[in-house]
């Protein structure tokens, strides 16, 4: 009698979170770019962003998982690191990318981190690499040339192209932080302080509240639709933020980390295909080639680097 595979189910689930969190997290972006044309800044765009999130989801947190929320002094440090770099910094360094440069470009820049991770592990870790996760670095680097074009002097702008690098250098701290904290916290516990810490900063340094009077109203022009910037706000917290955060840890329960990488491919495709669609940004064939190489030296890195650590939390 032929047996019936009960993983099926929840692994096509896991599957379609995955990707549905990847694709939320990829409207960010084109998002986020409509708002600052209104004159808002990125660090007041982050600090609402990161807020609303935080006030979500951390009371949320708190009352289905209260366990998740139990920090000792020693955490400090991690809760620290977590919520500046990966939260903060990573999303503040975007602000400022996609400011500057096409939305697709600022995307692909973020998806060096995996390469930064590998040299991390092989530099500091003293880890030897595999031949693969080389050649993933070398066509990172290749494709990073391309995207940036590096050719063109003048046109190019290097504070985007700056920030870019940096959101990629806080998102490799967050994949570093996050190895070491999932270790021993639950995520979602882990993911609310990062916020909550991340929202205190940023509205500390950038306070939306500054904005000019009327800023919360004025039009964000998204294609052919035209909403006030407090509804792109809410979007950005609740669709670009928590329902992503929320959907890729339920899914990771389930997929591999290896499988949860190459999904990931689809958020920078599917970035740029929004910006095309509502922003009218297109990247040229030069740009196009390059994110392919970057890409899948990214994905590369991914599938043939070291493993993270099973998390021991229950």
């Given at each position: 009698?032929a047996?019936?595979?009960?993983?099926?189910?929840?692994?096509?689930?896991?599957?379609?979170l995955?990707?549905?969190?990847?694709?939320?997290f990829?409207?960010?972006?084109p998002?986020?770019?409509?708002?600052?044309?209104?004159?808002?800044?990125?660090?007041?765009?982050?600090?609402?962003?990161?807020?609303?999130?935080?006030?979500?989801?951390?009371?949320?947190?708190g009352?289905?998982?209260?366990?998740?929320l139990?920090?000792?002094?020693?955490?400090?440090?991690?809760?620290?690191?977590?919520?500046?770099?990966?939260?903060?910094?990573?999303?503040?360094?975007?602000?400022?990318?996609?400011?500057?440069?096409?939305?697709?470009?600022?995307?692909?820049?973020v998806?060096?981190?995996?390469a930064?991770?590998?040299?991390?592990?092989?530099?500091?870790?003293?880890?030897?690499?595999?031949?693969?996760?080389?050649?993933?670095?070398?066509?990172?680097?290749?494709?990073?040339?391309?995207?940036?074009?590096?050719?063109?002097?003048?046109?190019?702008?290097?504070?985007?192209?700056?920030?870019?690098?940096?959101?990629?250098?806080?998102?490799?701290?967050?994949?570093?932080?996050?190895?070491?904290?999932?270790?021993?916290?639950?995520?979602?516990?882990?993911?609310?302080?990062?916020?909550?810490?991340?929202?205190?900063?940023?509205?500390?340094?950038?306070?939306?509240?500054?904005?000019?009077?009327?800023?919360?109203?004025?039009?964000?022009?998204?294609?052919?639709l035209?909403?006030?910037?407090?509804?792109?706000?809410?979007?950005?917290?609740?669709?670009?933020?928590?329902l992503?955060?929320?959907?890729?840890?339920?899914?990771?329960?389930v997929?591999?980390?290896?499988?949860?990488?190459?999904?990931?491919?689809?958020?920078?495709?599917?970035?740029?295909?929004?910006?095309?669609?509502?922003?009218?940004?297109?990247?040229?064939?030069?740009?196009?080639?390059?994110?392919v190489?970057?890409?899948?030296?990214?994905?590369?890195?991914?599938?043939?680097?070291?493993?993270?650590?099973?998390?021991?939390?229950?």
């Amino acid at each position: 009698m032929a047996t019936v595979d009960k993983s099926a189910p929840s692994r096509a689930r896991a599957t379609g979170l995955s990707l549905t969190s990847w694709v939320l997290f990829a409207s960010s972006g084109p998002v986020a770019k409509a708002v600052l044309a209104t004159g808002w800044s990125p660090g007041a765009v982050t600090a609402v962003r990161i807020g609303l999130a935080a006030v979500l989801l951390l009371p949320a947190v708190g009352v289905l998982r209260p366990r998740a929320l139990r920090f000792r002094r020693g955490d400090l440090g991690l809760l620290l690191g977590y919520g500046l770099l990966g939260v903060a910094g990573v999303q503040l360094f975007f602000f400022v990318a996609v400011a500057r440069v096409p939305v697709g470009v600022a995307m692909v820049l973020v998806n060096l981190a995996p390469a930064l991770v590998a040299l991390w592990v092989r530099v500091v870790r003293r880890t030897r690499l595999p031949g693969p996760v080389w050649l993933g670095i070398a066509l990172a680097v290749a494709g990073l040339a391309l995207v940036a074009q590096i050719w063109q002097g003048a046109r190019l702008d290097l504070l985007g192209v700056a920030a870019g690098l940096g959101a990629a250098i806080c998102s490799a701290g967050y994949f570093l932080l996050g190895e070491h904290g999932a270790s021993r916290h639950d995520p979602f516990g882990l993911t609310a302080a990062g916020l909550a810490i991340g929202a205190v900063v940023v509205l500390a340094v950038s306070p939306p509240w500054a904005q000019p009077p009327g800023s919360f109203s004025t039009p964000v022009v998204l294609g052919d639709l035209r909403v006030p910037v407090w509804v792109a706000l809410v979007a950005l917290a609740v669709a670009g933020t928590v329902l992503p955060y929320l959907a890729g840890l339920e899914s990771l329960r389930v997929l591999p980390p290896a499988a949860a990488s190459v999904l990931a491919l689809v958020e920078p495709l599917v970035a740029a295909a929004l910006a095309w669609l509502l922003l009218g940004e297109a990247l040229g064939p030069a740009q196009l080639a390059g994110a392919v190489l970057l890409l899948a030296g990214a994905i590369l890195v991914q599938l043939a680097g070291p493993k993270p650590r099973r998390p021991a939390w229950p």
